[in-house]
């Protein structure tokens, strides 16, 4: 018997325009598409061609208008600052964006202009986010774990004509000051915008420069509030800038008629909640999880959205989260596995729970990594909802697979993320572009065309787009993840098949830290390797070979590294152990034999590759693994 989740996902392969240009009505359009799906630039796909829309519009205006203006549109919950609460309706995040918007057009931002948010946690950061997109400008995010360099890399790429920043952010008993780092990054940068506004926290005040920077608040009071102006459907809302498998980060491009609609969608139908309902994604607005997540879906779909400028423990214990479902009255979280790892090491009988009322709560999302089974269990034993991991990418701004309660609820299989969502055709294929068999496990990829809200392109690189993305398995877009389908058409996630790892949901680029470890004067060549952790998933671990006569401690050595890539990369990477070797395990051809290392360091079975040059230095590996605490593995 079929579902109504089979009946959306067949048409949606069978009749994409139709199924499309359905889902479409629930968006306010300028002007309507001449083509649904467009792909006479093939494998270029455009989604509503023809068109005009505004997102900001959609997200905020279109709501006051209809009867919304008094609800919540956004509540700041920050625990950070001492237990700020503060709640805009609609109608006030409406007048703060177009004044806002109004600041921007001030400073000459318009269609097309590049804007780069460099900020915290905090409402600002998402008004100046929909204030861009009032403009038909296009934002870029920069996440704030970030360091200067990082910073530079995409300030170059997007070539902003303003930066939007502020004062400060605040982690766990520490303020993070942004303007040094604002500030190095501007002197790296070959770019330089026009103008900063600096949005000044109380936690730190800052010298402005002169000629550059302009106060947030003293511009807002200065300024009229702007109008949306209508784009083209297909026209860019945002770059993302995500990992890829060197230290030069891909921009990923989000059009605004597609992302709109499939974002839409998705709320009713993935995550089941209606327009007045309280939703929380636990992210950051620097990922793609707080782009969608934290904004656009729930401002699109008339929800009260959290921002949380806090921690899943320490901030100020692991309740905090229970403080805030019950508080807003949050009926589904999204967050990532790792936060509820985090929560069940402090309070592993879940007591802190038990003083809130969490009644109106009814479902977690989690993504960002694969969902085990322990923890799953653990979420649903303790909160008593349908706990549902579901699969995607930056690349692809909703989810792939997931199990769409809305639409139709299966039976949870732990480990999965479930099935593909409608659009996402998913097959498995081997090194010859042939789908293979259910249990076999091969390289996950997407029949073309890709549906609307993926990315476009990567930013001024059409060629590295397909390079990426398109060239290795023709007529499929390749994701990167490796997993297979069982014979009931779930989907099972399993390694990436690059060198992107994942630590506590964030995905880092180890060839982008060899970048870095390389630039030490006394290492010959590097390493870096994920290594499987209890807590974060997965940490980075390097390993250095120094320069012939380099006689220096080296625990000093380790410790540089260490800080040049908290300085290069930033804290995010999370990156604290390296170890000194006599050299790398390679291959006869000399590729480093990266895989083999990390099965070693993660006590798995590992055979020894028959095309090794010297398999003595994989027990050199062993051992100096276990000098940093990884017990000694198997060679079976
Ligand atoms: N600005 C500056 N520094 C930041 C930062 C930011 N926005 N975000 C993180 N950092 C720093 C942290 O302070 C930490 O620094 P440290 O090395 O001095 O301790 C480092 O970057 C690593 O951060 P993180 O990986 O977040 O580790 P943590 O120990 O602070 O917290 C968790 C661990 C599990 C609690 C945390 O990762 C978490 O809440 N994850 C939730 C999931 C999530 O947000 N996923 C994103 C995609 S859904
Ligand atoms: P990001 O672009 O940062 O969202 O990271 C995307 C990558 O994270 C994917 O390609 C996967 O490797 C991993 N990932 C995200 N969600 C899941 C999930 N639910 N299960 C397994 N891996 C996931």
Not at 251 to 271: C, E, Q
Not at 477 to 483: E, L, Q, S, V
Request: proline share 6%; charged share 25%.
């Amino acid at each position: 018997m079929t579902n109504a989740y089979d009946e959306a996902y067949r048409r949606s392969l069978e009749d994409p325009d139709a199924f499309w240009a359905e889902a479409a009505a629930g968006i306010d359009w300028h002007k309507s598409w001449d083509r649904v799906l467009d792909d006479s630039k093939a494998p270029f796909t455009r989604w509503f061609t023809g068109a005009e829309c505004n997102t900001c519009h959609n997200a905020l205006d279109r709501h006051v208008d209809g009867g919304r203006a008094e609800q919540a549109a956004l509540i700041y919950d920050s625990p950070v600052t001492g237990g700020t609460v503060k709640t805009y309706t609609y109608r006030q995040l409406r007048d703060e964006v177009a004044r806002f918007a109004g600041v921007l057009k001030g400073l000459g931002v318009g269609l097309g202009d590049r804007v780069v948010i460099y900020m915290p946690m905090v409402p600002e950061t998402v008004v100046a986010m929909l204030a861009t997109a009032r403009l038909g400008a296009i934002h870029s995010v920069v996440f704030g774990g970030f360091a200067a360099n990082e910073l530079a890399l995409r300030i170059d790429d997007a070539k902003p004509k303003v930066i939007v920043s502020a004062t400060c952010g605040i982690e766990v008993g520490r303020v993070i000051e942004y303007m040094p780092l604002l500030n190095g990054a501007i002197t790296i940068a070959r770019h330089k915008p026009e103008k900063c506004i600096i949005l000044a926290r109380q936690q730190a005040a800052a010298e402005l420069h002169p000629d550059r920077d302009v106060d947030w608040a003293e511009a807002m009071a200065a300024a009229e509030p702007a109008d949306c102006v209508p784009v083209a459907a297909t026209d860019p809302l945002y770059i993302l800038y995500t990992s890829g498998t060197t230290g030069e980060p891909k921009g990923v491009v989000r059009d605004n008629g597609g992302h709109m609609v499939a974002l839409k969608w998705s709320m009713k139908n993935i995550y089941d909640v209606d327009p007045g309902d309280v939703y929380w994604a636990a992210s950051d607005v620097g990922w793609v999880v707080g782009h969608s997540y934290i904004v656009y879906g729930p401002l699109l779909h008339g929800c009260t959205t959290i921002l949380y400028e806090g921690k899943p423990v320490g901030t100020p214990d692991a309740g905090a989260f229970w403080r805030v479902i019950s508080e807003h009255k949050v009926k589904v979280l999204f967050t990532a596995p790792t936060a509820f790892r985090a929560i069940k090491r402090e309070d592993p009988d879940a007591k802190l729970i038990e003083p809130y009322d969490l009644s109106a709560f009814k479902a977690l999302f989690l993504a960002g990594e694969r969902t085990d089974p322990d923890t799953l269990h653990w979420a649903e034993d303790n909160l008593g909802v349908p706990v549902i991991d579901h699969w995607w990418q930056t690349e692809t701004g909703w989810a792939i697979a997931a199990n769409p309660i809305g639409l139709h609820a299966f039976p949870i299989k732990p480990g999965s993320p479930t099935k593909a969502m409608p659009g996402w055709d998913v097959r498995i294929l081997d090194g010859a572009n042939r789908e293979m068999a259910a249990g076999d496990v091969g390289a996950i990829c997407i029949k073309l065309p890709l549906p609307p809200s993926s990315l476009q392109t990567l930013w001024n690189a059409d060629g590295r787009f397909r390079e990426s993305y398109l060239d290795e398995f023709p007529g499929h877009y390749k994701t990167a993840d490796a997993g297979y389908k069982d014979s009931d058409d779930y989907l099972y996630i399993m390694a990436r098949t690059d060198d992107i790892i994942n630590v506590a949901g964030h995905r880092l680029s180890t060839g982008g830290m060899e970048e870095v470890l390389a630039d030490h004067p006394d290492v010959a060549e590097c390493a870096v390797i994920g290594v499987a952790d209890e807590l974060k998933g997965q940490l980075p671990a390097g390993f250095l070979v120094l320069n012939a006569g380099v006689d220096r401690d080296h625990g000093d050595i380790v410790a540089e590294v260490v800080a040049m890539v908290r300085d290069k990369i930033g804290p995010v990477a999370a990156f604290k152990q390296a170890v000194v070797v006599d050299r790398l395990p390679k291959t006869r051809s000399g590729k480093i034999l990266r895989g083999t290392m990390q099965k070693i360091a993660d006590n798995e079975d590992y055979k020894t590759p028959a095309t090794i040059d010297d398999p003595v230095v994989l027990d050199e590996i062993a051992v100096a693994l276990e000098r940093i605490g990884y017990a000694k593995a198997r060679n079976a």
